[in-house]
Nanobody, 125 residues
Framework: HVQLVESGGGSVQAGGSLRLSCAGG????????MAWFRQIPGKEREGVATIGRDDATIYADAVKGRFTISKDNAKNTFYLEMKGLKPEDTAMYYC????????????????????WGQGTQVTVS
């Protein structure tokens, strides 16, 4: 599969909102576990949210209640709606693809993902 393509990042004031998009490319997002990760320079990548082929979602504790992951299978695109942004949300955000399996055991923040692209930068000040 080819890399996924993220978009929608930008600079926003604390408390603001952004909506990130991920074009599926060669991945059929309706058939896979899909996820958003983020990375701060000098730190390890951290999982943000996952959405399974069964539409089940999982969120990192740091973003629960503020971020929402969703997908549009017809467009082969999925999204991360971010509200109440905080400076600590500043990072490069990546969308990635996981297994072609259903169930939380196959789709969670510790799943092995592929399809890493260039990322989209989110800056909160």
């Amino acid at each position: 599969h080819v890399q996924l393509v993220e978009s929608g990042g930008g600079s926003v004031q604390a408390g603001g909102s952004l909506r990130l998009s991920c074009a599926g490319g060669g991945y059929a997002i309706s058939m896979r576990c899909m996820a958003w990760f983020r990375q701060i320079p000098g730190k390890e990548r951290e999982g943000v949210a996952t959405i399974g082929r069964d539409d089940a979602t999982i969120y990192a504790d740091a973003v629960k209640g503020r971020f929402t992951i969703s997908k549009d299978n017809a467009k082969n695109t999925f999204y991360l709606e971010m509200k109440g942004l905080k400076p600590e949300d500043t990072a490069m955000y990546y969308c990635v693809a996981g297994p072609n399996r259903a169930g939380e055991s196959w789709c969670n923040l510790h799943t092995a993902f592929s399809g890493w692209g260039q990322g989209t930068q989110v800056t909160v000040s």
